[in-house]
């Protein structure tokens, strides 16, 4: 029996933080058929002779202008109908960022490239909303047992924006109005001993208190878990 001939593609979901913005997803506005017009998640299809990972950034940069060296992999998608062209396979990977790191230029099959934020998006291609909604939950799940988002952060930061942090991929991507028990949160922060409380202060917007500054200190955290101690920040 003859197997069907099947496509491979990669898809990036490259979401971005900052404090004042909150959480948002790169979209490429498509230029061709199908969906033309439409928005998506970057990416394309796997040449021939190319590896998923070299895949998957090249398409990225080629539509975005975003250049990332690594990115996670989150998920195979290969429902036979996901695509009208044919039958696609497509393998899904994942990264968070600071967006202003980044100049966007869309080129190739992308006429336009923007962040948009997770609560207000455009209807998205494809079934880009499920893959979408899974590295969500990936993003919720690997910030409570990793310190992922540390690098979004400035290198001294008060206790305050990491509280924000928390609380932003934790709730905020369920359109959840909640806040994180700040007590517990930072008892936990302060139990693993991967913060520095630093002797310095920065000035509070308004008639506030000046707030002390943290540094995080990543080989406190390497050290955690080459012993095989949990990182656990659930809150």
Do not use: C
Not at 75 to 90: A, C, E, L, M, Q
Not at 114 to 131: N, R, V
């Amino acid at each position: 029996m003859t197997p069907p001939p099947i496509s491979l593609t990669v898809d990036a979901v490259v979401f971005g933080y900052t404090v004042n913005k909150g959480l948002s997803v790169l979209l490429i506005q498509r230029k061709y058929a199908p969906f033309k017009g439409s928005w998506a998640l970057p990416g394309g299809f796997v040449l021939e002779n190319e590896s998923l990972e070299d895949a998957v950034e090249r398409e990225l940069e080629e539509e975005t202008g975003v250049k990332i060296n690594y990115l996670e992999q989150l998920y195979t998608f290969g429902r036979p109908n996901r695509d009208p062209r044919k039958r696609i396979v497509s393998v899904a990977y994942f990264a968070l960022v600071r967006p202003d790191a980044f100049q966007l230029s869309a080129k190739t099959d992308a006429s336009d490239a923007q962040w948009f934020k997770i609560t207000e998006l455009p209807t998205l291609a494809f079934d880009h909303p499920e893959i979408l909604e899974i590295a969500i939950q990936r993003l919720r799940a690997k910030v409570t047992y990793e310190p992922i988002g540390f690098e979004l952060l400035e290198e001294k930061f008060p206790f305050s924006h990491l509280e924000k942090l928390y609380e932003t991929l934790l709730f905020h991507t369920q359109n959840i109005d909640d806040e994180i028990d700040r007590r517990n949160f930072k008892k936990k922060m302060k139990r693993l001993g991967i913060l520095e409380e630093l002797n310095e202060f920065r000035k509070a917007s308004g008639a506030g208190r000046p707030a002390r500054l943290f540094r995080f200190i990543p080989e406190k955290y390497f050290e955690l878990k080459e012993r095989g101690d949990m990182f656990d920040v659930w809150v």
